[in-house]
């Protein structure tokens, strides 16, 4: 009876630590901000913190309280939220700001060098009231300022620069990189550039002169690319390009925005019907439609009173995606290159497409220019213009119809090439145009993140569902030890020797100072020593960037719930304010990597290796619910023990997870090691136990070959193409339908190995290994069924 008191205990002392995961003081205040706290400058005009960009998604911002809905000037994590439980931005005290989401992954860091431990004291963050925020060190030196990666937004005093640049939002109310940047080119010349999804185009200044030194105002000899836009009003860049705003010298807050429009504009803060907003005081242009790619191809932009702008197809055309007009148009017919079906033309009046020309015949009747387009297949209609000063047309025929625009004042028609018997459904081009030029349909688009409260209730429900069953498991391993070591003694030993906790003084005279390095895993350096009670243990001393405390204590709490032979042990950690470390059981043998290259493993062992692997990643995804998955295994991380038995070590990136699918946005940075990773990282693809199969695939695939997935290749063409390779080679060097010969196998099988080998378990393992390797990861068999395969062979 009081043995189950006793586990009753230690199971509602392991709870604790996980709810600390969402309660933890440690993360109010101190070192870092979590979603419900703000830094706001001492004027209290900016404030710095989780700004909502969706339903329960945050990205880290600086934004401007005065006006009536808050302006974000600045933002960290643009591209790729967070969501509302547990994210949080920390000080390191290497002096690096760093913004973790709620499973602790990093999302988004400062990339200024590590300090030297000595500067390394008294960092401070502090948004400041020109809305710069900046972490400066005791001498009050600044290390990092967001001032220096402006987003969309400059901010008077706030340098652009040749490192920085201005990047659009996606639309008014979706904060995600856009398709405009502002930057000084390489000749020195502040340009603004469209970077849409098939063209990029420079718009300003006018791309009609290319020569630089003949732009109006420009400098290209200045090489200092420098430009500010100063308080008064007054902005000047270094090639010389200045604007005075209309309300130049006025005292008030300004801003100058590269918008979602692709329009540059400068905005003073003003008070109006006693409500404080920003108003337009400068702008790059005037005219919407002169800004390129609004539309995309085949599609043309006019001006609208209501909403400044609007997109329409061209006749015979239809909208590519609904949602995204940068996308453009696309044609209902088609244009054989035949000549005796010779194409006719529509007239558009006043309509201007911008570049793309073929090339350009002066003083041309209009028959004529319309022979020039049909004589060539890639034409796609014309331009015909008068110009005054020559007294004659000109014809510009042109390859594809981009930056479209229809103006009253353009001289010039469009004739656009369609088939001879005309377009069969003669739709006005308008009548698309009731769509709007708003860009992406961010409703869409935008990030959401599961209901809060439902997260929280789902993760709280794994949690305790892995409590009980650990403690069910622990019940029963106890009752098994219990009748192993049937002395009292033997609860303490259970409790101290799972669960130990160490003071860093202790693990520190236990690796003698940190001296025997042994590995280097994710997250930390691992150091041999001996403990307290005689122990020999391999010590793990996690990187400061890793985790907070509630993090760290929950993924203990993980490592330490998990028993199995084929898992390596946690015997204790120790957590003392920034020093984080696990004691684990000490291999002797070294990690599987390292036994491959040194021929240590003869083909009885690798066999035995594949067999206790697979059973501990089994273990792992089926045995513990699937709530725990490795995500990077590779031989470096099979450790071997005195006999050469393998376990599977480093959850240092797993994670609790919710036992079905695993959503995506938990893993919104990749893990894992290149050459190991599934198919699902690369192709954004759900990520579910099957990632660790493959892993698993690969590592069998190396223990037969003796090849590994990265070393054998030089090209550097990203990872499918590399780890696909040492799979592609097997694939077609096999032949199990020759089953007399089998001279597949010595043409694949590690020379170290020399010959001693049982054919049919090699037979066995590739097979197994190809299938792990699918592609598809529904083609992969789970864990278990691994370990079937692999078991029922050997008796
Ligand atoms: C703006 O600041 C005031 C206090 O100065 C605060 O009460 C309010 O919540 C802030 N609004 C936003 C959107 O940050
Ligand atoms: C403020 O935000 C609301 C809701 O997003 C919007 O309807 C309104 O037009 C905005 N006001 C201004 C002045 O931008
Ligand atoms: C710079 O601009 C000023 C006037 O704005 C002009 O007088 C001067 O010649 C320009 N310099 C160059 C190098 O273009
Ligand atoms: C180059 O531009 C910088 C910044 O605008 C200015 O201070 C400097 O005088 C310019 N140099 C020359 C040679 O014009
Ligand atoms: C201010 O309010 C008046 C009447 O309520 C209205 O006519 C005017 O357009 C408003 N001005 C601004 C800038 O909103
Ligand atoms: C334009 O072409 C016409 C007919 O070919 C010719 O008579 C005329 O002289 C040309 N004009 C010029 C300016 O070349
Ligand atoms: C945006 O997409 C949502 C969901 O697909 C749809 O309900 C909504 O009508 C769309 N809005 C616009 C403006 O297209």
Redesign the pocket.
Known sequence: MDISIFFLLLCLLQTLPQLANTFDSDTLGGTSLSIENRLVSANGEYSAGFFPVGDNAFCFAIWFNKSTNSTVVWMANRDDPVDGTGSKLSVLNEGKLILTNSVGITIWTTRTPALATSEATYLQLQLLNTGNLVLSNSKSVIIWQSFDSPTDTLLPQQALTMLSSLISKRSQDDYASGNYKLFFDNDNVLRLLFVGPTMTSLYWPDPWVTDPGKLPQR?PH?S?R?AILHDSGYF???DNFTFFATDFGVVTHRRLTLDSDGNLRSYSLKKMNRTWDWAVTWQVSSQPCRIHGICGPNSLCSADHVSGRRCSCLPGFKVKDHTDWSYGCEPEFSISCNRKDPSSFVQLDNVEYYGSDLTVYANITLPDCEDKCRNSCICKGFQYKFVVYNGYYFCYPKFQLVSGHHSPNFEGDFYLRVPKAGLSNNKSPDEASRLECSAKNSTQQRITYENKTVKLLLWFATAVGGVEVTCIVLVWLFLLRSSKHPNPAAKGYLLTNRFQRFTFDELRKATRGFKEVIGAGAGGIVYKGVLPNQRVAAIKRLNEANQGKAEFLAEVNTIGMLNHMYLIEMWGYCAEGKHKLLVYEYMEHGSLAENLNSNALDWEKRFEIAVGTAKGLAYLHEECLEWVLHCDVKPQNILLDADYQPKVADFGLSKLQSRSTIDRSNFSKMRGTRGYMAPEWIYNLPITSKVDVYSYGIVLLEMVTGKSPNGMHTLDNGETREHKRLVTLVRETIDFENAITMAWIEEIIDPMICGNYDKVKVELLVKVALQCVAENKDDRPTMNQVVEMLVSHEE
């Open positions: 400098d200045n200092s420098h000047r860049s270094s």
